[in-house]
């Protein structure tokens, strides 16, 4: 059973950065996507980024381009979200979710992912 745990939230100020974790577990994950989306309070889960298990492709939403990275660790079987430059906008609960059929079209819809973990809050204040 695949099972995803995600760590690293917390609070910082405007600017600062924060790196989150998703350790995987339960599978090979050859051939899965992996993503992070986000969802704040009154608001729908909204995709951030997503990378390959295998491969090195990344996708991202526009609003975190250039700020944000993503990569996963075969050895450890992590997935990671680098955030640099946090804004107050980024403050969300922030989800890692896997499934083995996402289709390029699908890739930033919810709908698409098996399997989600639990989240971690990120808030981004002064």
């Known amino acids: 059973q695949v099972r995803l745990v995600e760590s690293g939230g917390g609070l910082v100020q405007p600017g600062g950065s924060l790196r989150l974790t998703c350790a995987a577990s339960?599978?090979?994950?050859?051939?899965?996507?992996m993503a992070w989306f986000r969802q704040s309070p009154g608001k729908e889960r909204e995709f951030v980024a997503a990378i390959k298990w295998n491969g090195d492709r990344t996708w991202y939403t526009d609003s975190v381009k250039g700020r944000f990275t993503v990569s996963r660790d075969k050895t450890s079987n992590t997935v990671s979200l680098q955030m640099n430059g946090l804004k107050p906008e980024d403050t969300a609960v922030y989800y890692c979710?896997?499934?083995?059929?996402?289709?390029?079209?699908?890739?930033?819809?919810?709908?698409?992912?098996?399997?989600w973990g639990q989240g971690t809050q990120v808030t981004v204040s002064s």
């Open positions: 979710a896997t499934s083995r059929t996402v289709i390029l079209s699908s890739l930033s819809r919810s709908s698409a992912y098996a399997t």
């Open positions: 339960g599978s090979t994950f050859s051939g899965y996507t």
